[in-house]
């Protein structure tokens, strides 16, 4: 089962909120689930004795002047975790044991990355090793680097769809840390409800879900109705998020028990749950492969000595696995259809009509789901990823796509020269203008590139070449300052050719480069933004175009990166502008001539 990455997010409204986390959170009171033997470890922040209350008071008094707000959040806990799997691959069910170095790479690796995303923000970092599951309480301090003052909001998003994209892009940012481990993301886009760190605190304490499902202990959240919760439950992505990232035995009890109370003035809307959970096992039962002691009982092997023998085999099942040690054969593999192609020397097609025989239509069907997901598995390990490969350039055809730039769009030729040379800009063999599109890496790697045709007098073709990776590449470039300075100012532009129109528009009103370093980048979509390279950058300025869908992806833009500020051309676009101007220059330098006659 896939070990999937858990980030929840808890707000700490008030001091008395602070300190009593810190109760629980350090041990200073008694903790019924807890393991006295065992010890739990500081990941950030010094063991002195100093209270969460004051470190969170001390980072607020030393960052800002200004009084925090009634209803301000005063300290973020966030709570950082990992499916069960990941600590106990062998037996996800054996609460409270975990393997030591898988144990030390996960609190390794979220520390590291508490470090990067929040600095000295976060406070105190707790590692609980004496409940059932491995998991992190990190505390931080929520402070808008440009204002100076306490916003959750900013930081974690508030209510609404840019919440749930910003706490998207954090558990992006948080699995893309794990990753390295074999620990990924959950269903992204999940409607499933989001789960309070309370609440989940819980849940980590006890076993998988698959065994509450067995026990018919799944139940709705609380004043649910249960149309909601059927049409909750019945979506397979969310029944695959909620299988592996809830566990908690008690926990469902007792929801189930509130559940129970609520519907006891109808035995028929009780009797409905029972059959939706009854289905739901149904559902998870058929996700999972036929046990292979079954299939090889079928098979007419019998059990002697912890092997499988008959037929001239001797079968070592364990799990999912299996491993044939009769001299003449030597090989193992896993799964219900491998074995029965094994032990019966037939091919995938006579091996499912064989399992439907003998197990019926949904016999066969989960053990044809468990091979699919087997190979599937396979194919994206082993499948070479196909590299981007920009398109060819052609040298002949530059002078034509220079032209274009510098003649039709207005562009300075020394700049286009520039960028040519800077290998951003050339020419492929149909004559189209290719921008290249880069990731934001100390050392960019180009996965992407935009085309713009220019051949003809009213040619309007423009799109990607194929295999751009568009959520992890623009077109950019950096002018001012010295390039190992860090990023001042950020411009967003819809398009590469607008975005070199800006650049070389406050480059002629300026006459000369930006003093500080500043990025110009392509972003064609605000759901591409990079939110965490740029959330920390202070002056980002949105230049998108002035009409509706412009108006509205400034507005998405916005809600991600709230120190941003909205700037509207002139003109149709930044381009026209630039154009505008240029003819401005000359006919002034043309009246200048004339007077000097």
């Not at 037996?91 to 470090?115: C, K, N, Q, T, Y």
């Not at 129970?260 to 939706?276: D, V």
Request: glycine share 6%.
């Amino acid at each position: 089962m896939v070990a999937l990455a858990i980030l929840r997010v808890e707000k700490l409204k008030s001091f008395g909120n602070v300190g009593g986390s810190e109760k629980h959170t350090a041990r200073l009171q008694d903790t019924p689930n807890a393991d006295t033997t065992k010890k739990n470890i500081r990941l950030i922040g010094m063991e002195d004795g100093t209270a969460l209350e004051e470190l969170v008071k001390t980072k607020i008094a030393s960052t800002t002047k200004h009084k925090p707000r009634k209803d301000a959040v005063l300290c973020s806990d966030i709570f950082l975790s990992a499916s069960p799997e990941y600590f106990r691959p062998h037996d996800p069910s054996l609460a409270g044991e975990w393997d030591d170095d898988r144990m030390v790479d996960f609190a390794s690796a979220s520390r590291a990355w508490l470090i990067n995303n929040y600095g000295d923000k976060c406070v105190r970092a707790e590692l609980h090793l004496d409940e059932a599951t491995p998991h992190i309480h990190a505390y931080v301090v929520p402070l808008n680097d440009k204002t100076k003052q306490l916003s959750h909001k900013e930081m974690f998003g508030g209510n609404g769809g840019a919440a749930s994209i910003k706490l998207s892009k954090l558990q992006d940012s948080y699995a893309a840390a794990l990753a390295p481990l074999g620990i990924e993301r959950g269903v992204k886009g999940s409607k499933a409800t989001h789960t309070k760190v309370k609440e989940y605190y819980q849940a980590v304490n006890s076993e998988p879900l698959t065994a509450v499902i067995t026990n018919n202990q799944l139940a709705p959240t609380p004043f649910e109705s249960a149309r909601n919760y059927l049409a909750r439950i019945q979506s397979d992505d969310q029944f695959q998020a909620i299988n592996h990232q809830l566990a908690d035995r008690s926990f469902m009890a007792e929801r189930l028990e509130r559940a129970e109370q609520r519907a006891r003035a109808s035995e028929k809307e009780r009797q409905r749950l029972e059959e939706i959970v009854r289905s739901l096992e149904l559902k998870t039962q058929q996700l999972r492969d036929l046990p292979l002691e079954d299939v090889a009982w079928e098979l007419g092997l019998h059990h002697d000595l912890g092997k499988w023998k008959g037929h001239g085999h001797i079968i070592n099942i364990d799990g999912e696995k299996f491993y044939d040690f009769a001299p003449d054969q030597q090989k193992g593999s896993g799964g219900a259809i491998d074995l029965v192609m094994h032990v019966n020397n037939c091919n995938l097609r006579q091996a499912v009509v064989w399992l439907h025989e003998r197990f019926g239509e949904a016999g066969a069907e989960r053990a044809a789901i468990a091979k699919a997901k087997t190979v599937a598995s396979e194919i994206i390990q082993l499948e070479p990823r196909d590299k981007f490969r920009l398109p060819v350039e052609d040298k002949t055809k530059w002078s034509s796509v220079s032209n274009y730039l510098t003649q039709k769009r207005g562009i300075p030729s020394n700049f286009v020269e520039v960028l040519h040379n800077r290998g951003l800009v050339y020419a492929d063999d149909q004559q189209n203008t290719v921008f290249v599109m880069r990731n934001l890496g100390e050392e960019p790697q180009a996965i992407g590139a935009f085309l713009r045709g220019t051949r003809g007098e009213n040619n309007t073709f423009k799109g990607y070449e194929k295999g751009t990776v568009r959520r992890d590449s623009w077109f950019h470039f950096h002018l001012g300052g010295q390039p190992t300075d860090p990023v001042e100012k950020v411009v967003l532009l819809k398009s590469p050719i607008d975005a070199i129109s800006f650049a070389m528009l406050e480059y002629q009103l300026r006459g000369d480069v930006p003093p500080n370093r500043t990025l110009y980048m392509a972003v064609d979509n605000p759901k591409s933004l990079p939110v965490e390279q740029l959330q920390h950058i202070p002056n980002v300025m949105v230049a998108f175009d002035s009409d509706d869908s412009g108006n509205a992806a400034a507005r998405a833009a916005k809600e991600l990166l709230p120190q941003s500020k909205r700037i509207k051309c002139k003109a149709s676009d930044w381009n026209q502008q630039l154009i505008d101007y240029g003819q401005q220059l000359k006919q002034q330098h043309q009246q200048e001539e004339d007077l000097s006659l």
